[in-house]
C-alpha cells in the first residue's frame, strides 16, 4: 500500500481528496465535521484535540491510508450525526459541477438587509436569463426559504449528493431550514460546525450548470465569512451597508477583513437609503447616503442604492418574493453584470 496520507497534511485537503477517509475519521471517534474546516487542523492537531495517544494517531493514518486505497481498514468505518439531514460525504459529482461565479453578499453589521439584496439580485439575474443559486449561508438565522416560498426538504440526487429545492421562478436554493423538522427549531452549533454546513452545502450539493451561485452570509467576521473566503471559489464580494454612520462603522471592518483575506470586492449596496411616498417625495429617514464614503473605501463602484417598501416586506412574509419589481433592484443586477464583465 502506497503512503499518501501523513500525519501533517490538514483534515480538510484528505476529506476533499479521498472521500472515503470521513468514514475512517468517524469511526476513529475524531468528527473531522469539527475540525477540517473551522480550524483546519492537521490530523495529528486534530487527533491531539481528541486526545489521541501517539498510538492511536498511528493507526488512524494507516487506516485513512487504506481507506484512500480501498482497502480494509482496522475498524468499522462509520458515520457520526451532523444536524438533522445534513451528510457528511464529499458530492462525488463535485469534479462536474460548472458554476460560473460565486458571489458573496456580506457585511460587518446585521439588519442592512444582505439576504433580502441576495433574494432580489438573484430574482433580477433571473429574469435576464441567467441560472442563479442561492447558498443561504446563515445556518443559525436563515431566511432565504421563507423568502423564496421553498417548502420541504430536499433529496437525494442520483450522484449522491444533495439536489437542492427550485423557486417557482427556478431559482435553486439551499437553506438550513429545510433540513429542520420545524422551522422555529434553533440550530445550537458552534463555529467549526457551521463552517462545516457552509462548506457542505457548497459541496454536496448538485448545483448544476450555473451561472451565479449567491452566498448569503450573516453578520461578522469570523467562522462563517472566513469560511466563504477560504474554503469555496470565491469570485467576488458584494457589500451591503445602509447610510446609518453606525452601520458604516461596522461594515468598515467586514470590507477591511475581505481586503487583507486578499478577495474582491464588486461593489456596495446602499439598502434602506431612502423612502418614496406614492406622490414621489423621497425622504432619507436614516440619514444622508454614505454610499460615497463606501465607494472610497472598497475602490470598487456603488451598485445600487436601494428604497424601503413597505410592499417588499409583505410579498416576502408571504415568500412571494419574485413577483416584486422594482427599477432600483433591476438597475442593480445591471449594474453588477457589467461590473463584472469589466472587472475580468
Known amino acids: 500500500m ?8 490538514v483534515i480538510h485537503d484528505v476529506v476533499a481528496k479521498y472521500p472515503a477517509t470521513v468514514k475512517v475519521f468517524h469511526g476513529h471517534g475524531l468528527p473531522c465535521t469539527a475540525c477540517a474546516v473551522g480550524a483546519r487542523e492537521s490530523v495529528s492537531g486534530g487527533a491531539r484535540t481528541h486526545h489521541f495517544s501517539p498510538e ?15 482497502e480494509p481498514t482496522s475498524i468499522t468505518p462509520k458515520k457520526a450525526p451532523v444536524g ?44 435576464q436569463g441567467q441560472q442563479v443559486g442561492i447558498l443561504d449561508g446563515d445556518i443559525t438565522g436563515p431566511s432565504i426559504a421563507r423568502m423564496f416560498g ?24 439551499v437553506s438550513m431550514n429545510m433540513f429542520l423538522e420545524k422551522e422555529s427549531d434553533p440550530v445550537v452549533w458552534r463555529g467549526p460546525m457551521i463552517s462545516s454546513a457552509i462548506k457542505q452545502f457548497y459541496s454536496d450539493v448538485e448545483w448544476g450548470n450555473l451561472d451565479y451561485l449567491l452566498v448569503d452570509l450573516p453578520p461578522g467576521t469570523s467562522d462563517a465569512p472566513m469560511t466563504v473566503m477560504q474554503a469555496l471559489p470565491l469570485d467576488g464580494v458584494i457589500i451591503v451597508s445602509s447610510p446609518q454612520m453606525l452601520a458604516t462603522m461596522i461594515v468598515m471592518k467586514c470590507i477591511n477583513m ?28 436614516f440619514g444622508p447616503s454614505n454610499g460615497t464614503e463606501l465607494v472610497s473605501m472598497t475602490g470598487a463602484p456603488l451598485l445600487g442604492a436601494l428604497p424601503i417598501d413597505p410592499a417588499l416586506a409583505t410579498l416576502c412574509d408571504a415568500g412571494r418574493v ?15 453584470v457589467s461590473t463584472l464583465k469589466i472587472q475580468r
Open 56 to 70: 492511536k494517531l498511528e493507526i488512524l493514518v494507516k487506516d485513512l491510508n487504506a481507506a484512500a486505497n480501498g
Open 2 to 9: 502506497a503512503e499518501t496520507i501523513t500525519a501533517d497534511m
Open 322 to 336: 419574485e413577483e416584486y419589481y422594482s427599477e432600483p433592484y433591476e438597475e442593480l443586477a445591471a449594474d453588477f
Open 150 to 173: 421553498t417548502k420541504g426538504s430536499p433529496t437525494k440526487s442520483a450522484g449522491g449528493g444533495i439536489e437542492p429545492l427550485r423557486s417557482k421562478g427556478g431559482i435553486k436554493v
Open 258 to 285: 475581505v481586503q487583507q483575506m486578499k478577495g474582491t470586492i464588486v461593489g456596495v449596496v446602499e439598502n434602506m437609503s431612502y423612502f418614496q411616498t406614492p406622490a414621489g417625495e423621497r425622504f432619507e429617514i
Open 84 to 127: 438533522r439531514g445534513v451528510p457528511l460525504t464529499m458530492a462525488s459529482s463535485s469534479p462536474d459541477r460548472k458554476i460560473k461565479n460565486v458571489i458573496a453578499v456580506m457585511s460587518g453589521k446585521g439588519g442592512v438587509g444582505k439576504s433580502l439584496v441576495t433574494g432580489l439580485l438573484a430574482v433580477s439575474l433571473r429574469r
